[in-house]
């Protein structure tokens, strides 16, 4: 069942400006531009990626410390106009910098969204640290999804935020004029297969030899061009109807099911297997990450630790100690769970994406049939104890250590509830 639309601006519009290496030239174009278009209230106004400096890595901490005097004079804009305001700016949180999509009302920020691809081929992911969570924005009764320039050729981050109620994709980008075309066919292609309105602006001009290719696009649910600009700066706008989502997804709706298919105990491998399924992910470029441990009763401490290995790569498998192995290391009384049980609750983890057992007392086979890219133990284990380092490192991977959150253990775990 479609339920009634929500409320939706009436209107989007993108400020296709040239990205100069002047902050002052670049808001007095977007305050240049507010003032002839005099938008209707209510309108969404959409800005390009970075649209205040530019990708300057020179003085990125300077930048960051503007942001908040910014994003209040965009406030101050939103109150005269009484419109909604977005686009991204350089976001400092913790001696970290991200590239961040700010919507802004006369209330202030409304939402934001940090770049979850910074683009490496550009250095970005050397400057500016990707995002951890992804959140809908919130404007009022509507709510929007973002994403920033790379993002774009991500499906699931646009899929993800649909799914949590997003009514309208904003984009912002500095796509360049030679891949226009994919620019064009992938915004669409986010339109239709989420069923919602894509409200998308990039830059114009030259910047160190790239010329950015404009291009904006303003997309209707059924993946029809409401509005599309030129490659020179302008403003673009179209109206959204609100009901024009509902009314597609009474068709048939490939934005809400979301059906659980995947069995995760097939995540359970052998390392036969195993080993074919890495080859084919890393020739598809993806950074394979091994861990190990016996995870008899899983708690706290494993499932964070579980999910910081995962981030170091694009692939975290799981060697895990068979029973016989634990038995060897900590007595007959050990495992309290079994291999079985164990390998399937941990497959059952969102992070984890292959179990494999190993009767060793150490994971020495599977680290060196796998080789993984990143080798991942805790804080407590110096690199050079950490069986399979030195032949990790060897091969040009890495070795990482992450610290342990919070003071927990599974013997103090069985000695409680023995005590009971």
Known sequence: MINSPSPLPPFAVCLQIDVTPQPQENFRQVRAALARLAPQPGTLVVLPEMWLHGFSYQNLPEQAGQTAHVLAELRGLARKYEILLAGSLLESEQDQLFNTLFLVSQDGIVGSYRKQHPFAPLQEDRHLSPADSLEVLMAQDSRLGGLVCYDLRFPELARLQVQEGAQILVVCGQWPQARIGHWRLLLQARAVENQVFVVACNR????????????????????????????????????????????????????GPRPWRLADKKKVDDLTSLTKKVALYKECGQKV??????????????????EAARRQGDRLIVGLNSDSSIQAIKGPDRPVNSEASRARILAALGCVDHVVLFSQPTPWEPIMTLMPDV??????????????????????????????????????????????
């Open 289 to 306: 990450v091994f861990t190990n441990g016996c995870f008899d009763i899983l708690h706290e401490g494993h499932v964070t630790y579980l």
């Open 375 to 420: 080798l991942v133990k805790g804080s407590d284990w110096p690199v050079d104890q950490i069986v399979g380092a030195k032949e990790v490192l060897a091969a040009g991977g890495e070795v990482r250590t992450i610290e342990f959150v919070g003071d927990f253990s599974t013997t103090a775990l069985i000695k409680k509830i023995r005590h009971k």
């Open 204 to 255: 114009v001009g030259i910047t160190d030899g790239t010329r950015f290719g404009g291009h904006s696009m303003i997309i209707g649910p059924d993946g029809t061009i409401l509005g599309e600009a030129g490659d020179n700066s302008e403003v673009m706008s179209a109206a959204l109807a609100a009901e024009l989502p509902a009314q597609v997804r009474r068709r048939f709706n490939t934005a």
